[in-house]
């Protein structure tokens, strides 16, 4: 019972990923914002700091969002 080699850490940060990077990355697509925010949830603290940023913005594709101020 050694430790895990490379392998085994590839697949679960790509298990991890379909698990739970996807569907937030579609969740973020369709707020309006880049679906490559989702790689925020690999990092600590800053997963956190992520979802305080969306929680508290002004969301592009809300239904009462302001889209003649261009």
């Not at 019972?1 to 973020?28: D, E, N, R, V």
């Not at 949830?41 to 992520?50: E, S, T």
Request: net charge positive; charged share 5%; proline share 6%.
């Amino acid at each position: 019972m050694g430790s895990f080699s490379l392998w085994h850490w590839l697949i679960a940060i790509a298990f991890w990923f379909l698990l739970f990077g996807w569907p937030i990355s579609k969740i973020l697509r369709k707020a309006g914002f880049s679906g490559w925010w989702v790689l925020l949830i690999f990092v600590p603290l800053a997963n956190l700091i992520g979802l305080w940023v969306f929680a508290t913005a002004q969301w592009p594709n809300a239904p009462g969002a302001d889209k003649s101020s261009s």
